[in-house]
């Protein structure tokens, strides 16, 4: 994902812009939740994963298979509990989760990020920021949500900037296809909600009837939703604001 790393490709102009159609779009069996990105580990960030990856990491395990319920456990054990609980998939360098975090005491986010400079980044923030309501797992988020995350367990579902692969030629690899869709719905509370932005327009036409064509969801706008008070704008969106291009969120609630 690049939410703030400011790594991935700029727009290209070489998508067509006709609207899509979900049944236009297969979802293919490899799909991953990030790309590989190069990156370098600072100091600070290394630090941070040495001083807190043991509290804050969470390791993949294919054999607890209510990821929720285990966290919940944790912090209970701790004398701790939070109201909600929310996923987000792929934070880039973590500024906007953090943010989130705290702004929003009482939830406990659990974020997929595969991206160690991203994982240290968000480390370190939350070393710097004292929060303690963030958990993180490095891992590809496709086979966390179907190994761990029990139906019906979530409050909510962040998804914020991912890879928009802007040839049509590899539309197919974006995240969002009707099958990733249908399980992420099926892994939300009645009335939990998807929260998906995006900076390239025609992704956010295909979220938009990928999202609609899910009998498990409902919009909580006529199209685009208004951007929620607690997304904060990241550097990478200001500096596209600033160069002209659009922001695009969309707020899905299960059904």
């Not at 998508?15 to 293919?28: L, M, W, Y």
């Not at 029990?150 to 900037?161: C, K, N, R, T």
Request: proline share 6%; net charge neutral; with cysteine.
């Amino acid at each position: 994902m690049g939410n703030e790393s400011g790594e991935r490709v700029e727009h290209a102009g070489d998508v067509e812009s006709t609207k899509p159609s979900a049944a236009d779009v297969p979802f293919p069996r490899a799909v991953r939740s990030f790309v590989t990105r190069a990156g370098r580990v600072t100091t600070g960030q290394a630090r941070a994963l040495t001083d807190l990856g043991p509290r804050y990491l969470l390791a993949f395990d294919p054999n607890t298979p209510d990821l929720v319920a285990t966290c919940a456990a944790s912090a209970s054990a701790q004398g701790k509990q939070y109201e909600k609980t929310v996923l987000e998939i792929g934070f880039g360098m973590g500024a906007a989760t953090a943010h989130i975090a705290g702004v929003q005491p009482d939830t406990l986010f659990i974020g997929c990020e595969v991206h160690e400079p991203g994982v240290g980044a968000l480390l370190k923030s939350m070393g710097e920021q004292n929060l303690d309501n963030i958990r993180i797992l490095q891992h590809d988020a496709v086979e966390v949500l179907a190994s761990m995350i029990a139906p019906a367990s979530l409050d909510g579902i962040h998804i914020f900037f991912p890879d928009p692969w802007h040839k049509k030629r590899h539309n197919k690899r974006r995240l969002i296809q009707p099958a990733f869709v249908r399980e992420l719905a099926s892994r939300l509370k009645p009335g939990g909600y998807i929260h998906c932005a995006t900076d390239w327009q025609p992704y956010a036409e295909q979220m938009l009837v990928v999202l609609g064509e899910e009998s498990l969801l409902a919009n909580s706008a006529e199209t685009y939703a208004q951007k929620p008070d607690y997304r904060p704008l990241t550097k990478f969106e200001l500096r596209g604001l600033k160069l002209g291009h659009g922001v695009w969120d969309l707020v899905f609630h299960r059904v």
